[in-house]
């Protein structure tokens, strides 16, 4: 474990099985759209689990990747588009997957920005979900785990772009994070 994480959250065997359990709850509910389905990954947040979750789906599928950025603190959180979707939507039965749902302001942003662009049907998956901060129009379809609210690394997740690449999810040392305004995202 690395010496920033205070506690093991989800072990890296309590993940996987969890996305292949989740993998096949979007195959069975996608029946009748499995031709047309394509991932929209947020990136950098959800590469790791995007990698596992459309491995252990037997579907035909595409990706169209989005780009964004969120700055807290002084621009509270606004999320901002690095790099816009790297394919048409137009007509696909869209799953947006993202690591973490928490305001849900960056998944509001994305909802929105691909209902323009005239999708056949707009789903959302999420890794994780921390309690009661989104607001109730923002309903995530899939959900790997809702976890309690607090700052959680690895598997994709970042603090101040660092821990992607643990294998688990852990909480991280409170001492490890600034007390002022935190960094982009
Ligand atoms: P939201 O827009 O507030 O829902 O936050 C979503 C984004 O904030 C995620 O894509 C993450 O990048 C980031 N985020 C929120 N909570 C955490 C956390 O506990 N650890 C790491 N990143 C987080
Ligand atoms: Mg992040």
């Known amino acids: 474990m690395h010496d920033d994480v205070a506690r093991i959250l989800l072990s890296r065997e309590t993940i996987r099985q969890r996305v292949a359990a989740l993998a096949t709850e979007i195959v069975a509910a996608s029946a009748g759209r499995s031709d047309g389905l394509t991932f929209v990954p947020i990136l950098s947040g959800s590469i790791v689990f995007l990698a596992d979750l459309i491995r252990e789906m037997?579907?035909?599928?595409?990706?169209?990747?989005?780009?964004?950025?969120?700055?807290?603190?002084?621009?509270?959180?606004?999320?901002?588009?690095?790099?816009?979707?790297?394919?048409?939507?137009?007509?696909?039965?869209?799953?947006?997957?993202?690591?973490?749902?928490?305001?849900?302001?960056?998944?509001?942003?994305?909802?929105?920005?691909?209902?323009q662009r005239e999708p056949a049907s707009v789903r959302i998956c999420v890794l994780l979900r921390k309690p009661g901060k989104a607001p109730a129009s923002l309903h995530a379809d899939f959900v790997g785990?809702?976890?309690?609210?607090?700052?959680?690394?690895?598997?994709?997740?970042?603090?101040?772009?660092?821990?992607?690449?643990?294998?688990?999810?852990?909480?991280?040392?409170?001492?490890?994070?600034?007390?002022?305004?935190?960094?982009?995202?």
Do not use: K
């Open 58 to 115: 037997p579907v035909h599928m595409r990706l169209a990747l989005v780009h964004l950025s969120t700055y807290r603190g002084t621009q509270a959180g606004q999320p901002r588009i690095v790099a816009d979707l790297s394919h048409d939507v137009r007509g696909r039965h869209v799953i947006i997957v993202d690591d973490i749902l928490d305001t849900g302001r960056t998944l509001t942003f994305v909802r929105d920005m691909l209902a």
């Open 145 to 185: 785990f809702d976890i309690a609210d607090e700052f959680v690394v690895g598997y994709g997740l970042d603090y101040n772009d660092l821990y992607r690449n643990l294998p688990h999810i852990g909480v991280l040392r409170a001492e490890c994070i600034a007390a002022a305004v935190q960094p982009p995202r």
